[in-house]
């Protein structure tokens, strides 16, 4: 292996005929390189979906009430489901699967937006009524101040923490926000905390244009009763969310009269389940990435073998003459999958190089784009993977050398050293 005339004689022979040497490289070097590049863009891809669904936990549902598609114990169909406080409390006492329930209100109903004023400035933002455990279902990351607490709950505080967008847009530029009021259809809620995210783009925009109140103070400010628009759920780790949602829909269900077969009666979005629809395709495109760039990688391997196969007719006289001075099988074997070897490594080194290269390239240029809403962030390969993928190449190397080396073994040397 550190033998200095081996690897003399390796050099020599591969840049005895560069261009021949060159193009099959060439297949080596496409073959990891297109790899990297369709591992590195699917993990763009993925990184760009799972970044606008960054401020979410990825084990949460959404339950609200609609109309009822049948009639039930005398009730007539087409009845609309107002969910309450107290059905909170009965999915609090009966969810053993539930990590966490909150009941939620947006004034003005689902993307409402409202005029919210502080002195001379006017926003339309989202006003949501919310308990504590929010930040348990959404990642709210207070910048300044604090989140809702429980004793703003139990005191009915008129409180509110306001997203950056709305810091923007109501406040100077360094002027505090904190201890400020900003008024709410006619109400005053002195400003608590100012919230970031995650997320990136137009869905930070929009999940930071948004202001919290306590849903007690929300209920009693805006005459909304014991109204309650829908609940949001997160499933314990070791629990299934589909099975939540059809246990949190029984319980309602048997509370408004409602017939257990009736399909319309409540509407739910099940986060969970799409985040794994979405895992399951990230996945099958890495399959395919692994795919296709494995069959690229054996046509590259392919090349490398019949190559060497040129290389030892072209020395079968060489060969020969070694046999008849006594050179063993092992290492006449020995040197023509050292070679092979040599060349799928270089070959492949500089692809992973190369694609490393344009990923960071095109990092860069995603980063500094001037779209606010991109779908694809950080086209990044993992180390173990370009490692792994060096191995096999690197196995695949020996392997397609060892074909070659089996028929130079097969020449006699008497026939060799008849050779022309």
């Not at 009730?75 to 699967?97: C, S, V, W, Y």
């Not at 050292?338 to 344009?358: D, M, N, R």
């Amino acid at each position: 292996m550190f033998d200095l005339d081996k690897w003399t004689e390796i050099i020599q022979v591969l840049i005895k005929n560069p261009l021949r040497t060159a193009l099959t490289a060439l297949g080596v070097f496409w073959g990891i390189f297109m790899l990297v590049i369709m591992l590195g863009a699917g993990n763009g891809l993925r990184n760009g979906v799972e970044s606008g669904m960054g401020h979410w936990n990825k084990n949460s549902l959404f339950v609200w009430g609609q109309r009822t598609g049948k009639a039930y114990q005398g009730l007539p169909p087409g009845r609309n489901i107002r969910m309450t406080n107290e059905d909170f409390e009965a999915l609090k006492q009966n969810l053993a699967d539930a990590r966490v329930i909150t009941p939620r209100n947006q004034l003005g109903g689902f993307s409402g937006n409202n005029n919210v004023v502080r002195k001379q400035r006017t926003g339309n933002f989202n006003v949501m009524g919310d308990y504590p455990d929010v930040q348990k279902v959404e990642t709210i990351l207070i910048d300044q101040g604090r989140f809702i607490n429980q004793n703003d709950m139990e005191d009915k505080r008129k409180v509110c923490v306001i997203g950056t967008r709305v810091k923007e847009l109501l406040f100077e530029k360094d002027e505090a926000a904190i201890g400020e009021y900003v008024r709410i259809n006619g109400v005053y809620f002195r400003v608590i905390g100012v919230f970031s995210t995650r997320a990136s783009g137009e869905r930070a925009l929009s999940f930071t244009e948004r202001i919290y109140v306590p849903f007690t103070t929300f209920q009693q400010a805006f005459n909304y009763g014991n109204t309650v628009s829908w609940f949001t759920m997160v499933a314990k780790n070791s629990a299934s969310a589909e099975e939540l949602y059809e246990q949190a829909v029984a319980i309602l269900a048997a509370r408004h009269k409602v017939a257990p077969d009736d399909t319309r009666a409540f509407g739910h979005f099940n986060l969970a389940k799409e985040f794994g629809k979405i895992q399951g395709l990230f996945a099958g495109i890495n399959g395919l990435s692994w795919f296709v760039g494995a069959l690229t990688l054996i046509a590259g391997v392919i090349g490398v073998s019949n190559i060497m196969l040129v290389l030892i007719k072209e020395r079968t006289k060489e060969i020969g003459i070694r046999r008849a001075l006594g050179a063993k099988p092992f290492n006449i074997v020995s040197q023509i999958v050292l070679e092979s070897l040599t060349l799928t490594s270089i070959a492949g080194y500089l692809g992973l190089f190369w694609g490393v290269v344009v990923l960071g390239v095109v990092d860069y240029l995603v980063e500094h784009a001037d779209s606010s809403d991109m779908m694809f962030l950080n086209p990044t390969v993992d180390l173990n993977v370009g490692i792994q993928a060096l191995i096999i190449l690197m196995v695949a190397g020996a392997l397609a050398g060892l074909i070659p080396a089996r028929r130079a073994l097969k020449i006699r040397p008497v026939d060799a050293l008849r050779a022309e």
